[in-house]
């Protein structure tokens, strides 16, 4: 290789490392676009045919101070047969300043829950549309339970975390926004996992068309 194509391929490396510096700190620093919504304490009583049970579920403030999270609603649903769900939705207004999504493969292991049959479920919305979730069944003691969970906002619904966080730098650059939500839905399981399972996608697919005024398209 001559000293000129050397020289050219020094200078055109330079360029393409200074082009992504530039762009990184000009993403880094403009002002993030923060849309309108409604809080999630309005969320619907009524979700398809589950039904809130009770009152909405509020942390203490040390774990809300470990979440870090913009808003959220934690509250329980029953079905017409009487089964009962646990359903969870933590909005992050900006995921810039070091707060963001907790996922239950961290957060529930600390509390004493055992993770294992991870599996993805497809979730059919009200509405017809259909999406992934992750799917595990959790137990703690005498207590076990099927849990999906999955990543809302920004005009998307991703069950993986890598590709949500990838989609996050991307629409920081295009789009001026970082907000999203985790949400997570629970139910007894005992040893029918099926029944279940199909409970917790019905109430999922009812939250998730639910969720857009809440969680900002």
Known sequence: MTDVLKDKRFLLIAAILFAGSALANWAAYRDELRPERRPLTELSERLGSWQQRGSEIRFDEGVERVLRVSDYTMREYTSPEGRIANLYVGYYDTQRTGSTYHSPQNCLPGAGWVLSEPDRVTVTTTGGREFEANKYVIENGQYREVMLYW??????????EYRDKLNTVIDSIFRRRTDGAMVRVMTSAGRDDASATAAAVDLAGALADSLPEYIPE
């Open 151 to 160: 990543y809302q906002g920004r005009s998307r619904t991703e069950a993986s």
